[in-house]
């Protein structure tokens, strides 16, 4: 009877019903009598200001997509007062919230999250009630129901005189908005007591104590939705105070973090101490700010803080280097990517990378009401852009969001002043989140690590079971206008989660769940992280398999139409062989796409699988190429996988799905002692495109793939890039302590050379470049000496403290 619910659990229902039209909301015990009417009518405005928030603007009901989501909207509501029954326990007969042994086990929690379901049915009818073209619009029958509601919810369960439960955020976050919004909305109908009354169940739970200290459930986007709730408390209640407290326990949100929860100078977003988060908790906590910054604008309280420039400044530098083409990453998106297909409150849901990524764009739209006029022009043309690249799931047929954000999303579409930006192209690399994306003209790339700052993986409340690999250098790409279903089409229930794109692992069974929740498993390594001049890339994962004995040196070098693959010191004692998965394409449901190998066509049918010795090039149509510089022994299989939500996310669905798909992996053995590979990877690459890449020897050259240190040159871009996990020398390069280096020359007679710590422990560096150099044109404060002439000598002074960022030298080739 019962089912998991956490916030995950909340947003599933938001999104699935009307509740996804609303925001949050809270009150105060106080009568609005009690106020000077001046005060009671700024109150008035905010609460009108709410309301249009909750309900949006701007759209007609008689026009679709609205006509028939108003029409959606009236159905369930019918649905849901036609079953609503109250009773002891319940206010639904598939909602008991009463919980005969409480406390906080999966048991409790679930018990919690009907109580909080229960708000979010009511706050369903309230819109229904208050949205024009529902066909209950101001139905009076409909008006009693929720007041009904509403009163059984309070007598039993939602009061001053109530234990908490379960979950927390049911109770202070989850209940209490749906709960506040349905006072917004109802306001008129609902006596000075019952007013009193609910908020002093607010107070109960969401008591001032709740925003004190800035940790544990109360930082990032968890304090963001605390203060919407004691924002919406002070302007139902008429409580000046609440609302004042509200705007300034946002503060501590808005600066830079230097670790656990919140934004960090290199565009990290963490939520839960260690989980990159920027998906999923921070498109709550954007969509938030927004909400609350848009309320309070012009008010007594509103947000003036010189700090909230960083979250506007954020947009750019945290948000959109993990939106394309409409979608959101997955590998900023912790537990969220088990969340595809779930039974909701009233319907199944999906969610995949698209549908996270249209509310984003739409928080964007609403955030940027706060903005400067320059910043929101931007903004609009970046959103516009996303929204008319998004074939795979135009964001107008979008069924999980609420009237509100799409209403948003179709006035920047039908805005003819606005013009739709491009996909910007470039690296961005996270340091503070073991993340990058790299991003070309036709493609974009993701690569998801982790270190000791940085888990695995999260799973919490049943969810993301076998997300164990995700952070063993997983690489995601997408096409500009291909592959962009790529991970959105059952693919986290039917790949085969130990052969993930990208990852080097050992094939040791792993129960489910593996390595603790909320992140709680973390590397013990240090050497994560790269080198990037901001278009090209050379980045380095120390590896270390989750419960696991494996070790593995591995380095990507992100180049404009090919990623080079490096392994190296690839060993493990588990007893169990240990591959690397060169790729594992999601095919689809039909898996017909033509397979190449050095010109040889492949068989489309499955099952097949072949061992391809001294392969030197492979193709799959339609999605790229892959070369093996040298020729490899590459292991290739075409299989038909079923798996169900369920199987990675215990409220998932459990209809079985199958895909098609075509791995390449390299086998290392079992119990290797030093593998190693070496590929490229080349997005969107034809077939010819690949061949020739492979014919032309000369294009790159492996300086070293070794356990102590890998690197390449690509003569042709003037690239040259290093992973010196201990100090050497590799080609033109010497290094006296561990570090990554990258070098991009100039066609204008200057160099480029790019220096990080990944290990964010070197108090001293020398690094020597055997190339000719006139002079050092700009240097940071780290270089305290340059030596130039026949060779360039670099000296550099405490890195340790750089936390892993790249220092840019700008030289003049001699």
């Known amino acids: 009877m019962t089912t998991r619910w956490s916030r995950r659990g909340f947003l599933t229902a938001s999104t699935g019903t009307a509740v996804a039209l609303g925001l949050s909301g809270q009150a105060s015990a106080e009568p609005p009598c009690a106020v000077p009417a001046a005060e009671a009518d700024e109150f008035t405005t905010l609460r009108a200001k709410w309301r249009t928030l909750i309900l949006g603007e701007g759209f007609s009901p008689t026009s679709e997509p609205f006509k028939s989501r108003l029409a959606e909207l009236g159905n ?44 979010n049915r009511l706050n369903t009818l309230a819109q229904a009630y208050s949205q024009q073209g529902t066909g209950l619009t101001g139905d009076t029958g409909l008006r009693d129901a929720i007041l009904t509601g509403l009163d059984h919810l309070h007598s039993e369960v939602y009061n001053a005189g109530q234990a908490r439960y379960g979950n927390w955020y049911s109770w202070q976050i989850g209940a209490p908005q749906s ?37 544990g459930t109360s930082t990032g986007a968890n304090r963001v939705d605390l203060c919407r709730v004691l924002a919406l408390r002070g302007i139902v209640g008429a409580n000046s105070a609440k609302v004042a407290l509200a705007r300034d326990a946002l503060s501590p949100v808005f600066p830079y973090v230097t670790s656990g929860d919140g934004l960090y100078t290199d565009g990290s977003f963490i939520q839960h101490t260690t989980v990159p988060y920027t998906g999923s908790y921070g498109s709550v906590l954007l969509g938030g700010l927004g909400s609350l910054f848009a309320l309070l604008a012009g008010s007594s309280w509103e947000v003036t803080d010189a700090n909230r420039q960083i979250v506007l400044d954020a947009v750019e530098r945290a948000w959109a280097p993990f939106l394309y083409n409409g979608l959101v990453m997955d590998g900023v998106s912790g537990r969220a990517i088990s969340r595809g297909l779930s039974a909701s409150d009233t319907k199944q849901i999906q969610q995949d990378d698209h549908l996270r990524g249209h509310p984003i764009l739409a928080s964007i739209v609403l955030l940027g009401q706060s903005a400067s006029a320059t910043e929101n022009a931007r903004w609009r043309g970046l959103v516009k852009g996303w929204l008319q690249r998004d074939y795979y799931s135009p964001p107008m ?25 491009a996909e ?8 503070n989140m073991a993340r990058a994306t790299h991003r070309r003209p036709g493609w974009a790339a993701s690569l998801s690590m982790a270190d000791r700052r940085v888990t695995y993986y999260e799973t919490g409340n049943g969810e993301n079971l076998r997300g164990w690999h995700t952070g063993s250098g997983m690489l995601y790409w997408w096409g500009d206008t291909f592959g962009n279903g790529q991970y959105s089409d059952a693919f986290w229930p039917t790949v085969d989660p130990y052969r993930l794109p990208g990852t080097t692992t050992s094939r040791k069974t792993l129960a489910d769940a593996a390595g603790g929740d909320w992140g709680a498993s973390l590397p013990d390594v240090n050497w994560v992280g790269g080198a990037t001049d901001g278009q090209r890339a050379a980045i380095g994962q120390y590896l270390k398999g989750l419960q696991s004995t494996l070790l593995a040196k591995k380095s990507w070098f992100f180049l404009d139409d090919t990623v080079v693959c490096l392994g190296a010191g690839i060993k493990c004692t588990d007893g169990t062989a240990v591959e690397t998965t060169v790729e594992n394409r ?7 796409a033509p397979f190449v190998v050095d010109g040889t066509a492949k068989p489309a049918s499955h099952p097949w699988s072949e061992t391809l010795t001294g392969a030197t090039w492979a193709h799959i149509g339609g999605h790229g190429g892959y070369v093996f510089p040298g020729g490899a022994t590459v292991k290739a299989l075409r299989d038909a996988r079923d798996g169900r939500w369920s199987d990675i996310n215990k409220g998932g669905s459990t209809t079985v799905l199958n895909r098609k798909y075509l791995t390449l992996y390299v086998d290392h053995g079992t119990n290797p002692t030093d593998g190693r590979y070496a590929y490229l990877l080349m997005p969107g690459a034809t077939a010819a495109q690949t061949q020739a890449r492979a014919a032309a020897t000369t294009w790159l050259t492996v300086l070293a793939n070794t356990n102590d240190q ?8 003037g690239f040259t890039g290093v992973s010196f996990w201990f100090g050497g020398t590799v080609g033109p390069l010497v290094a006296s302590n561990p570090c990554c280096v990258m070098i991009s020359e100039k066609s204008d007679g200057t160099a480029v050379i790019c220096v990080s710590d990944p290990m964010r422990m070197q108090t001293g560096l020398t690094l020597t470049w055997n190339r000719a150099v006139s002079a050092v044109v700009s240097k940071p404060s780290t270089v305290t000496a340059a030596t130039t002439g026949s060779s360039l000598r670099l000296t550099f002074g405490d890195l340790s403290t750089t936390k892993g960022a790249t220092q840019k030298i700008t030289v003049r080739l001699g």
């Open 179 to 215: 709960l506040l919004d349905v006072c917004v909305l109802m306001y008129d109908h609902l006596s000075a007591d019952r007013i009193a009354d609910y908020l002093a169940a607010v107070d109960h739970f969401v008591p001032d104590s709740a925003v004190a200290d800035y940790t």
């Open 586 to 592: 999601n095919l689809g449901p039909t898996g017909g």
């Open 710 to 717: 890998q690197g390449v040159a690509v003569p042709s871009l």
């Open 76 to 119: 369930t509501a019918g649905q849901l007062r036609s079953s609503m029954a109250p009773a002891a326990g319940s206010l639904w007969p598939d909602l008991g919230y009463a919980d005969p042994e409480p406390d906080t086990d999966q048991e409790s929690y679930g018990y919690s999250g009907n109580m909080n379901t229960s708000y």
């Open 424 to 431: 910007p192209t470039g690296h961005r690399l996270f340091p």
């Open 397 to 421: 047929s979008n069924q999980t969001i609420g009237l509100t954000a799409l209403a948003r999303l179709r006035s920047v579409l039908d805005d003819t002043s606005i013009t739709s930006i």
